[in-house]
């Protein structure tokens, strides 16, 4: 085989790789996602930046489902924050759980538990293994006195828009005040708020019903 | 054995933590030191330090990181998937039940949530006054915190970029 030879035979693997480009994206993969692909990476993004636990994962997940993705509805989404809630485990879980499982069935509830879990586990398991001994340092210390205070405030913010798109009138706006004074001053258990709420609510419902 | 027993015992903190996050820790607590005296409670410390700052939920990262401690990346694996079992089966069935509920009557089931929207709104807000509380010690942190809330209602800023910014305001005011 002459050099002309092993050039043209050259260019036309180069047309097939590019023929299947074409098709499947760079990479030889589909470049574009699924929908389960897109609620693992959503999950996956809050789970990776945000530290400090459920609560702070909230007002990501919210902005991330109703306001970017447009999966769900404001409402659908203080339903399912209800349900979570209920639930026992750890919250986010809960909830990327029921999201999912609202955007794509089992599948999808399966693809956010794993975008939910998993940059949790992987940094653990980094930081248990490798990292513990450099864990304490000044400039961690001082870059999480800055964003503690900001995680209450954004916090505080997604209860704000919550609240203002879901509560009607004084008499819910009383209850949310009052459950909150019995959880932070008397320490109320929250299981318990969550039962008597409950209760509350089933009776309200069947009040209405009749 | 002590796999089965791990996965025993964070199939029970699924199951009976309630209220999310830093609720279910004095229940891991109880687990971990009072009953199988895996860890000590120094250890348990700079665990539930550690959870606290590193990403994800604070559940999840104490039970990879006492699994791990017990029985290396397999231990965490099984103490991961144990957390999150009773989860899984829970939600998918509160989430059948919704479903069943809302198409029999969608009337009677906004009814409800909007019965309990301030019940669950009193939790979220607990969890932001206690953040508040034990975050915000000086003017700035205050300031820090009403920037972030204003930030997070007024604009459709990413939140992610909020939060960094935060912490990059952190590094210059109090390093």
Known sequence: MNFKQLTTERAKDINKIRAVRKKTGLWGVNIKPDKNTKIFLSFLKIGAFTIGGGFVMLPLIRQEVVDRRKWITEEQFMHFLTIAQSSPGVMAVNLSLVIGWEINGFSGALSGLLGAILPSFASILLIAIMFLKYFETAWLRAFFQGAIPATSGVIGAVVFVLARKNLKGFYQYAVLLAATALLIFWHWNPVLIIILGMITALFMTYRRKA | ?175
């Open chain 2, 1 to 175: 054995m002590i796999f089965w027993q791990l996965f025993i015992s964070f199939f029970k903190i699924g199951i009976f933590s309630f209220g999310g996050g830093y609720a279910t820790i004095p229940l891991i607590e109880k687990e971990i030191i009072a009953t199988h005296h895996w860890l000590t409670l120094p250890q348990f410390c700079q665990v539930v330090a550690v959870a606290g700052m590193t990403p994800g939920p604070v559940g999840i990262n104490c039970a990879t990181f006492v699994g791990y401690r017990i029985g290396g990346v397999i231990g965490s694996t099984i103490a991961t998937i144990a957390v999150v079992l009773p989860s899984i089966i829970i939600v998918s069935l509160l989430y059948y039940i919704f479903k069943k509920y809302l198409a029999k009557g969608e009337e009677a089931v906004k009814v409800f949530f909007s019965a309990m929207a301030p019940v669950v709104l009193s939790l979220v807000l607990t969890a932001a006054i206690s953040i508040a509380m034990e975050g915000i010690k000086d003017p700035r942190s205050i300031f820090i915190a009403i920037a972030a809330f204003i930030l997070s209602i007024a604009t459709k800023l990413n939140i992610l970029f909020i939060l960094a910014g935060a912490g990059l305001a952190g590094l210059i005011l109090y390093l």
